[in-house]
């Protein structure tokens, strides 16, 4: 078992700025990368970022490129995910996701066998 637990979430007014980060616990040495999402009301969850653990390689969604950085510190086995220049349109829960697999689909939900309980991301205009 993975335990993962988000924090950072708030409220922000746009342009504004927010971290999140996202403890891993438990069984981790079958992590190849961690993954954030989100869902707002009445949507679907989708992809934000992805980062692998030995690698570092990242993967943004096209809506958040150049605005939202992933990082991960090994040592402390937590994933952050920097927000800038939020726009009302990133209001939505936010999850961390832990990954056991290599995989170029790194969007895809099913790629990822452990979500965070989520974290509330709002952004006032």
């Known amino acids: 078992q993975v335990q993962l637990v988000e924090s950072g979430g708030g409220l922000v007014q746009a342009g504004g700025s927010l971290s999140l980060s996202c403890a891993v616990s438990g069984r981790t040495f079958s992590s190849v990368g961690m993954g954030w999402f989100r869902q707002a009301p009445g949507k679907e969850r989708e992809f934000v970022a992805r980062i692998n653990w030995s690698t570092a390689t990242t993967y943004y969604a096209d809506s958040v490129k150049g605005r939202f950085t992933i990082s991960r510190d090994n040592a402390k086995n937590t994933v952050y995910l920097q927000m800038d220049s939020l726009k009302p349109e990133d209001t939505a829960v936010y999850y961390c996701?832990?990954?056991?697999?290599?995989?170029?689909?790194?969007?895809?939900?099913?790629?990822?066998?452990?979500w965070g309980q989520g974290t509330q991301v709002t952004v006032s205009s």
């Open positions: 996701a832990h990954s056991s697999l290599r995989t170029i689909v790194v969007g895809a939900t099913s790629r990822y066998d452990y």
